[in-house]
């Protein structure tokens, strides 16, 4: 926060950092339920999710099917295990729901297709394309007069597939101010770290036509700067490029040399909720 | 290059596709079945709009584009986000129709198919166009896979008419029937089959074209045309051969198959695909599965890559004109009744 944030920025800011936490919380519920999974992403997601879907999204529980709400599209479907934090968070699914998470026969699948869960627009978890739907999306959305934006949320693994760019230059040549691309820097992939480098992220989607801003994807402050920031193009798509660090809020988690896709021994559970608990959030 | 001009037989009505000239490059076509019933049907209804991947001219979107240049969305060549975008256009609410060559549709794009389209089960109409051997261009552009990947996916109706009058009707059924549909996409310069006016497609129906006893012909695509030729060659023999137009592959009208496979207890397919996984699959599977006995001899791709040239040559290279169904009918006749079957 600057010195010259506003009290309703600066509650803002507290309000989300408290959710953030919450977000970490349901997303180690669900890790633990199952004895691991994409743990590492969904405590990487948090900041992002909280300013999301508490500040940025014009969307609500009891607007799932309105039109005119704005639409998310996880693009990573492999990071579904923040969404689902997120819709507890926000009262669509019970909290408890979330034990079940990746259980055999269970509605919260590791990759989040739409069905059963509301609130899930799309399947992601085929990576690389989210961009393209969401820009079909919105253009339909724009066509039918309609205000909603259209989020799309990758991974920086799936800026490597080429897909995305068929979607960002068409997005670009179609000046679809509706549409906000969140690309989320962890710098490691299925293999490891990034197996080949995706840089410069924000001149190539400059070059495509795009409005970019790069953010620090814990900032909470800065996220929702970038959103506002973005809020306010006109003429051309949006995209932030965040950078996160895998394991946020858990030196546990972070530090886990193989981070992807994590298997965690049943008594270190107790400590990385020890660490998430103990997260400092903003007053 | 351009296809001889066929006396219209019984089944087919007097009236000719128009010819233009790109048509003699195999690709290009008139409005004759797809794109006069896509007007149509884009005239009640607002929400239909026209997505391809710089392949409007070569799928009949002229005039749509003339009439709706506002309700054409050409997003170059890219197939994949062409698919991707057509997701995302149907999740707004509006009901796009995607076309581009048919190889192009499902090789490149298949994924998106299964994940923006199958799975979440959206009004997306998929036309995929000049398929198998009416592609002249060579195998890169010749789809003799498209049916068995498509028919694979769940969710999805899977269409392949026999000519201009059938793409017209199977077009406005797709565009009503409110799920994902893929439908084959003829050049409509292929001679007409069906009778305009009598004629009633319906998604799911195989339709009888010729009464025979002796053997069934189960036919698709420009394969009904010759399989009638060939009934008319082996009645002049005097053989009967019924001749069955399965233009839905999927959901697969298992009764009407069974009918005439168990009365006639020899079966010859004809396919514009590969005799895998196509209609010959399709045939073959339906009856294992209800123990219905009766050799099946394919006509198709039998398992290599088209070589280039015009559809008439491919016909003849690949075994796939009148004549050799009505060998392929003459040998099911052989293997049933040296098995003794009645």
């Not at chain 1, 620090?216 to 920031?229: E, K, M, N, P, W």
């Not at chain 2, 005799?275 to 398992?303: F, M, N, Q, Y």
Request: aromatic content about 6%; proline content about 4%.
């Amino acid at each position: 926060m600057t010195h010259n944030a506003s009290v309703a920025e600066e509650d803002l800011v507290a309000e989300l950092s408290r959710r953030a936490r919450a977000l970490r919380l349901h997303v180690l519920r669900q890790a633990r339920g199952r004895g691991e999974g994409y743990f590492g992403q969904g405590l990487q997601c948090a900041d992002l999710f909280a300013v999301l879907f508490f500040s940025e999204l014009n969307w609500s529980p009891d607007r799932l099917t309105d039109p005119d709400r704005d639409r998310f599209l996880m693009s990573v479907g492999h990071y579904a295990i923040i969404l689902y934090a997120a819709l507890a968070e926000t009262g669509v699914i019970a909290v408890e729901q979330l034990d079940s998470y990746g259980a055999d026969g269970s509605a919260l699948s590791l990759g989040a297709e739409p069905g059963e869960v509301p609130g899930i627009e799309f399947a992601g978890g085929s990576l690389g394309q989210g961009l393209g739907v969401a820009a079909g999306l919105a253009w339909g959305l724009r066509r039918q007069g309609r205000s909603a934006r259209v989020f799309n949320y990758m991974s920086d693994g799936e800026v490597q597939e080429g897909a995305v760019w068929e979607a960002a230059m068409f997005a670009g040549h179609t000046h679809l101010d509706n549409l906000v691309n969140i690309v989320d820097v962890n710098r490691t992939q299925a293999d490891g770290d990034l197996v080949l480098e995706i840089e410069p992220v924000r001149a190539e989607y400059e070059a495509f036509g795009w409005w970019v801003t790069e953010v620090d994807g814990h900032d909470l402050a800065g996220i929702v700067d970038a959103f506002a920031r973005a809020r306010s193009v006109t003429d051309r798509p949006t995209c932030l490029v965040a950078h996160t660090q895998i394991g946020q809020g858990s030196p546990t988690a972070a530090s886990r040399e193989r981070a992807h896709f994590i298997r965690i021994r049943p008594d270190a559970w107790d400590q990385i909720e020890k660490e998430l608990s103990a997260m400092e959030t903003i007053e | 290059v351009s296809n001889p001009p066929r006396t219209a037989g019984k089944h087919r009505g007097a009236e000719q596709a128009a010819t233009g000239a790109a048509r003699a490059m195999g690709m290009d076509s008139a409005p004759a079945g797809f794109g006069t019933a896509l007007i149509a049907a884009a005239e009640q209804r607002e929400e239909i709009l026209a997505v391809t991947a710089d392949l409007g001219r070569y799928t009949e979107l002229t005039e749509f584009a003339r009439r709706y240049p506002d309700r054409l969305l050409n997003v170059g060549m890219a197939e994949q986000n062409m698919v991707a975008v057509a997701g995302g256009l149907a999740l707004s609410g509006l009901m796009p129709v995607v076309t581009s060559f048919a190889a192009f549709l499902t090789r490149r794009a298949q994924d998106f198919v299964v994940m923006q389209v199958a799975l979440p089960k959206l009004p997306v109409l998929l036309v995929g166009a000049v398929p198998g051997i009416c592609q002249t261009f060579g195998p890169s552009h010749a789809s003799i896979d498209d049916v068995a990947m498509m028919r694979a996916l769940p969710h999805i109706v899977v269409l392949d008419p026999c000519d201009s009058v059938e793409q017209g009707q199977a077009t406005l059924a797709a565009l009503d029937y409110g799920g994902p549909v893929y439908m084959r996409k003829l050049r409509g310069s292929e001679p007409v089959v069906v009778d305009r006016d009598s004629y009633r497609f319906e998604i799911g129906r195989a339709a009888p074209l010729r009464s025979g006893g002796d053997v069934v012909i189960f036919a698709s695509s420009i394969m009904v045309y010759e399989s009638l030729e060939a009934a008319d060659r082996l009645s002049a023999e005097g053989v009967a051969a019924a001749v069955v137009n399965v233009s839905t592959l999927k959901p697969f009208d298992e009764q009407t198959v069974l009918e005439h496979a168990a009365r006639a207890g020899a079966v010859v397919t004809a396919e514009n695909h590969s005799i895998r996984g196509g209609l010959c699959g399709a045939v073959s599977e339906t009856l294992a599965a209800h123990g219905v006995g009766a050799p099946v001899v394919a006509v198709g791709i039998h398992d290599e890559f088209p070589h280039f040239g015009s559809t008439e040559y491919l016909k003849r290279v690949h075994g796939m004109a009148a004549d050799d169904v009505a060998v392929a009918a003459r040998d099911a006749i052989a293997r049933r009744d040296n098995r003794g079957v009645p």
